[in-house]
């Protein structure tokens, strides 16, 4: 039984560009969070998706960042027009329901130059 | 407004000594406390899960301990090894999971 899934695992951009994250997770898993870990901080939650809809994003940036959980495929973490400030890991959980046990995946490492 | 600690920040300790990671959170109404380990450029590894009806739980040279009424756990490592260094982060759930920002732990052989 595969475990989370990110890719990818390191992303660079420059400023400016567009940054897609993805997540895919555990089999049977219907909930996903994405989460921030910038250099020197902790880890920030940023959104919590259900398949198709958006549960909590209060901590989303209000802009560039954006995320999906369609019915089918991954989850997708969507940056806009990158700048320095986004380079940090970003890591997926996901969780068979809500107040469930989270499994974290691997994490995306975007440097953004 | 949730906030969670984690004293000392970094750690260095001899191969061989017991240690133990302090962790405090300011809203004692919580159901469990995870620790999780985090080794550089990796992602999270769940050590222990300490539900709010337990006190205490054990994995191997690791014991967590849940104090809620002083909002506090700790994680105690007995006979540190060098495979043990790496950064033990406590969490606590919300609409996600809270985290502290971690204790880097170092042991020297």
């Known amino acids: 039984n595969a475990g989370v899934m990110q890719n990818p695992r390191h992303l660079v951009r420059r400023r400016g560009q567009e940054a897609r994250l993805r997540c895919s997770p555990m089999?049977?898993?219907?909930?996903v969070y994405w989460y921030r870990q910038l250099p020197e901080e902790g880890l920030k939650f940023m959104v919590y998706l259900q398949k198709e809809n958006i549960i909590d994003e209060s901590g989303m940036p209000k802009e560039r960042f954006s995320a999906e959980f369609p019915k089918e495929g991954p989850s997708i973490l969507r940056i806009q027009q990158v700048v320095r400030g986004d380079s940090a890991a970003y890591f997926c959980?996901?969780?068979?329901?809500?107040?469930?046990?989270?499994?974290f995946g691997p994490g995306t490492r975007l440097l953004v130059l | 407004k949730q906030e969670v600690t984690q004293i000392p920040a970094a750690l260095s300790v001899p191969e061989g000594e017991n240690l133990v990671l302090n962790c405090s959170f300011t809203d004692s109404a919580i159901y469990n406390l995870q620790w999780f380990r985090q080794d550089p450029g990796k992602g999270l590894t769940s050590l222990l899960l300490?539900?709010?009806?337990?006190r205490e739980q054990t994995s191997g040279r690791l014991n967590a301990s849940l104090d809620k009424s002083s909002g506090r756990s700790t994680l105690y490592i007995a006979a540190s090894q060098p495979g043990d260094s790496a950064t033990y982060l406590c969490a606590v759930p919300g609409t996600a999971l809270i985290f502290g920002k971690g204790t880097t732990l170092s042991v020297s052989s």
């Open positions: 959980a996901s969780s068979l329901g809500p107040q469930e046990t989270q499994y």
């Open positions: 300490i539900q709010s009806s337990q």
């Open positions: 089999k049977g898993h219907s909930h």
